[in-house]
């Protein structure tokens, strides 16, 4: 007499559901499950019914789903929104660039302090090759381009503003990759670099606020950190 368990398995044999999936695009991610950067594949189902092995009729449609092409899981669409490693070290290294010109270009400074502190945070942030020539170019462009006349020209309040658009762009698609731990480092490099030659100028806060709302911390935690990197001797 076959046991139960037998004669279950006999029938899903006989007939049951299999998925029949298809390729709909594949390209690189960070695999969940491998803990790093993988190919892989981005699939739809069909489920069908089956008898004896051979698919038969529908039964709906399944995914889309992630397959990774290494540990062969499947996961949400939604994973493929998490940065490769590759590309989350090219946006940090980039919003720590945008912060260190941000700041530079508000204070209006050009000192060999301030330039070497902004040039250490560069590099320490992935770009090998800065230097103080470089950083200096580019801020006296940024500089010209926001403008430190008079507070009531139009021209320097719409330069301001298209700073912070950059500030924005740079570091609002990385905030929601980042430890909170990690979102106050980047603020408290602009803050050292600002205050390498004194306390903060008024432009100079103002853009260290706005790299705070960028990381999406709240203001009275970016005040808390100015502050408390203003009283810090350097």
């Keep these: ?21 298809d390729i709909a695009g594949d390209g690189e991610f960070f695999c969940p499950g491998c803990g790093g950067d993988r190919n892989y ?21 399944v995914g889309p789903v992630v397959e990774c092409a290494a540990c062969h899981h499947h996961f949400d669409t939604d994973t493929l929104d998490h940065p490769t490693t590759t590309r989350f070290s090219a946006m ?31 590099r320490g942030a992935g770009f090998d090759d800065c230097t103080q020539e470089q ?6 462009v940024l500089s010209a381009d926001i403008g430190h006349g008079s507070a009531f020209d139009p021209a320097a309040e719409a330069c301001g503003a298209a700073l912070a658009i950059e500030l924005h762009e740079a570091l ?25 030659d004194g ?15 960028a990381l999406q911390l709240r203001a009275e935690d970016t005040a808390r950190l100015l502050a408390a990197a203003a009283r810090t001797p350097s």
């Design 199 to 213: 306390p903060y100028s008024q432009a100079e806060r103002e853009v260290l606020t706005t790299v705070g709302g």
């Design 172 to 196: 609002e698609p990385l905030a929601p990759h980042l430890a909170p731990a990690g979102r106050e480092s980047i603020l408290l490099q602009g803050a050292r670099i600002a205050l390498a």
């Design 1 to 21: 007499m076959r046991s139960a368990l037998g004669q279950r398995a006999i029938k899903l044999r006989i007939g049951g559901i299999r998925t029949m999936w």
């Design 92 to 122: 940090l290294r980039d919003a720590v660039h945008t912060v260190a010109l941000g700041v530079l270009a508000a204070g209006g400074s050009t000192s060999r302090t301030v330039l070497a502190t902004a040039v250490a945070t560069v």
């Design 41 to 61: 594949r981005r699939l739809t189902g069909r489920r069908r019914l089956t008898f004896l092995g051979v698919p038969l009729l529908r039964r709906g449609t």
């Design 135 to 140: 950083l200096a170019t580019v801020v006296e």
